[in-house]
């Protein structure tokens, strides 16, 4: 059961992991979908500011992604919470690329502004969502709480990857779970935003989660 995003071809539940994807495989890359997809789902990928949204996107999509980013400002250093690393840019708008499943499900990724400021911008990305990959970085959990706090307000179904960084914590599923106040049933894993095996099954685990919310809700 999966929503139409950008589609008219009828919705079809993907397969579980263990499928191929044509990110990674190639099947189904290109400008144009094949003609065996037979359904498509708006996918959200959020988090906090400079937590991999942007990279991740941009490593499993299969055509050229799309990216807002915009030079970071003094005027948004003031409002904007502090991100180390280097970075210099943020996503405005919003980050889009594709990902299509066993060439019969196709994923449209919509990365959200990391800032809690761009929330109507949030909002309106998070309309005809099926779900969200939520990304959080151990090094500051609490710059989490406010996009786990939208997806629990908006109610949209949704899993959560730990990208790691060098030097990041190591912490276990169940403390990481206390510690951002997540339902059982949510699942979490580990990512590597750079890596597509590592995107792909974060989204496949995302999927699977998905798949197990409409099979309980039907």
């Keep these: 059961m999966v929503s139409k995003a950008a589609s008219d071809a ?16 190639g099947a189904g890359s290109g400008k144009y ?11 959200l990928v959020v988090g906090p500011l400079g937590v991999g949204k942007t990279t991740l996107i941009g490593t499993v999509s299969e055509i050229k992604p ?10 948004g250093a003031r409002v904007d919470t502090f991100v180390a690393d280097g970075k210099t840019t943020t996503t405005v708008a919003l980050d889009f690329g594709r990902m299509t499943i066993d060439g019969e499900l196709v994923l449209y990724l919509f990365g959200t502004p990391g800032q809690q400021r761009f929330l109507p911008a949030w909002r309106d990305l998070a309309k005809g969502a099926l779900g969200a990959l939520a990304l959080v970085d ?19 179904p949704f899993a959560v990857a730990v990208n790691i960084f ?38 496949i685990a995302l999927v699977q989660h998905l798949i197990h919310v409409a099979t309980e809700t039907s």
């Design 33 to 43: 979908l094949t003609s065996s997809v037979a359904g498509a789902a708006k996918i």
């Design 166 to 203: 060098p030097g990041s914590p190591r912490h276990s599923v169940d403390d990481l779970r206390a510690a951002l106040d997540l339902l059982p049933g949510t699942p979490v894993v580990n990512c590597d935003a750079r890596d597509p095996a590592s995107s792909v099954r974060a989204l």
């Design 138 to 156: 151990t090094r500051d959990l609490e710059a989490s709480f406010d996009a786990l706090g939208n997806l629990e307000e908006l109610g949209l």
């Design 66 to 75: 799309l990216s807002t980013e915009a030079v970071m400002t003094q005027a």
């Design 10 to 25: 009828p919705s079809q539940a993907p397969r579980p992991p263990g499928s191929t994807v044509g990110a990674a495989t």
